[in-house]
């Protein structure tokens, strides 16, 4: 093998998307660095922002090879100005994902994970092969398959990052929106275990019933009429005063403010115009709502919203945090970690219309599974 | 004397507001207590929210004779639920102000503030008398006046807080909107002596030349068409990325953080689809549009919206922090934090619709200061 096919997109200056599949030279591994056979990378909320940027996908159109598809969509005028940083950079997408040691360095470290399955982070996953240092290889345990251990990074250690931030700040409880999410029924079976109180909200009858068959204490649903008393009580017998919002957009973050500074004047002993001296929270860290956050402030003035991201919360704890939650996430990557696909694709399906309509709404049990090297997707080396 | 009048506010259940100045009985200073004959004591917008609740000034009517006079105004139904904490409960108003020791408890510290004139805080100003613990006094220079002293709290702490909260978190300059008010000024003289970039937002052409007339550097104004540039230039020019926000509705927050996410693109080495990761804080101080908090949220995950409050915010520093603002208050008290008042008036002017009106818009330069014990206002006892 001397190159392999690299999942590749382009924002071009004349407003067009392009997706394709480059066929680049295959990395040699330096002296601490591994080359990984990768066979197993999610489609994460936060690949797809990458691949398709601000485009409309409405506009989506396929041309080129069933081997080698190419699909080019119009990115609104409007939302070019939010481009600007990465118009005429070809970008390799794919945040993480797992495969076999096939190549290594002359360290010992590398020549050690020789014939290894590893989960790796880092981009450019949506490749056959990325070669990466082994400081950044997660060793699976003996017999796991790259597709259990392909989501081991972004939504293990997001949940985990989610509670720690929790407990660092003060907070005894947490509620999550959309949180019938891959990533919401790990946090859900986080809190079950760690015993921490964890409010639910959702937006459907079906992701309800999801979470209570998980055996979650508190599931909320946004879009029945007594969502605001309901919510009040949940987070009144949790104690929750920190929220982790995907949604973003629209009323959802101030309600829950709202309704954490109702529970809060409950005790209030005297009438303070400030309201509760409670400090409530509501960090963001999705995009599903891409509209305005509004936020009508009647909660007093002890409050925050803010954005939260992964990588900045794993710097502010460490190496030694964040190596303590990867060795968590190892020892249970079968139970609290498991992660669930709708579908297994090749890189070439990846670019196929029919499979961007389904994995491109980011709808709840809809996560799509990339096996770069699938029986049956072309290898041109 | 054995009574005083107090003025005092009242929702009742109907919906109804009520001023009043109730006759009560002047009380006796205990061991360590002094009784202050209160001479000025200014009318804050914090004192205003108190004063008048949620109710709707247009509908204010006065009743009661001239030196007893009796406002009522209505509270509109829909606002009534945020007043529920303070119905039926008559509550008296006036965070700060300063007066004359008239008596003393048994203390030695006590009896030392006899005759002094004192700067004091904790509310109930507004009334001919004042019984506070010594530990609450703050004694003014030789010569200064009750006038001199009366706003040596409220606004001084606050202004002096922006900037030692900026420090503390880690930021080099800052963004002030509504900056003309007393406060503002006050802001712009603290950060011209102590060499802090300072931009200031202001809503009209006369409170950029009054602020300019000042010396203020960066002044923008927010009702002209090249805002935008002009505040990303400023924040450039002065590298701030935290903004104190007086206005709290609206839209003025999130364009503050989107003009600091400008800045820091433009330094920015490489693609980031999360934006710069230089945390961006804007803390909402005040209420002056009531109507909601509206962000776009076009300025990555590394930004913050919160409420900010002194007294959480003295709590945070101790004791011994605060000792350390008041000592700089008292040393300054003539220069950097000097107040002006657009009148004088008595408790029973206080409550005329006429005076109402003007120190009710809570208009730039038109602060008002309240003599309780003013010559010709009516003493009962």
């Not at 009580?233 to 629209?250: N, P, Q, R, Y």
């Amino acid at each position: 093998m001397s190159t392999m096919l690299q999942l590749r997109s382009l924002v071009k200056a004349n407003g067009e998307l392009e997706l394709s599949l480059a066929e680049v030279p295959v990395p040699a591994p330096r002296h601490d660095e591994v080359l990984v056979r990768v066979e197993a990378t999610p489609i994460n909320p936060s690949d797809l922002g990458l691949m398709f940027g601000a485009a409309d996908l409405g506009t989506a159109t396929q041309s080129g090879t069933s081997a080698r598809p190419v699909v080019t969509a119009r990115i609104p005028d409007a939302r070019m100005k939010i481009m600007a940083g990465r118009v005429d950079r070809s970008m390799p997408v794919g945040n993480e994902g797992a495969g076999v040691v096939v190549a290594a360095g002359g360290s010992d470290a590398a020549q050690a994970l020789l014939g290894q399955v590893v989960a790796i982070f880092g981009g450019a996953l949506y490749a056959q092969y990325r070669c990466v240092r082994v400081a950044d290889c997660l060793a699976l345990p003996a017999g796991a398959t790259p597709a259990e251990g392909a989501s081991c990074f972004v939504n293990p250690l997001t949940a985990l990052g989610m509670v720690e931030t929790m407990r660092r700040e003060g907070h005894r409880a947490l509620v999550h929106t959309a949180a019938a999410s891959n990533l919401g029924q790990m946090l859900n079976r986080i809190c079950l275990k760690d015993g921490v109180g964890l409010v639910n909200i959702v937006r459907a009858r079906e992701q309800e019933d999801l979470l209570r068959g998980m055996g979650a204490r508190h599931v909320c649903n946004s879009t029945v009429p007594t969502f605001a008393g309901e919510l009040t009580e949940a987070i009144a017998e949790t104690g929750a005063t920190l929220a982790f919002d995907a949604v973003g957009g629209g009323r959802l973050a101030g309600q829950i403010l709202h309704c954490m500074e109702t529970v809060l004047g409950r005790s209030a002993k005297e009438y303070s115009r400030y309201g509760s001296t409670t400090h409530k929270q509501v960090y963001v860290y999705g995009m599903l709502d891409t509209g305005p956050t509004v936020l009508d402030r009647s909660f007093g003035f002890a409050w925050g919203v803010g954005g939260w991201l992964l990588w900045p919360f794993l710097q502010k704890i460490g190496p030694e945090g964040t190596a303590r939650l990867r060795e968590r996430i190892v020892a249970e990557l079968r139970t609290t970690f498991a992660s669930h696909y709708a579908k297994e694709i090749s890189l070439a399906e990846a670019l196929r219309l029919e499979e961007i309509a389904v994995y491109g709404r980011r709808a709840t049990g809809a996560k799509y599974l990339i096996n770069p090297n699938r029986a049956g997707a072309v290898d041109p080396a």
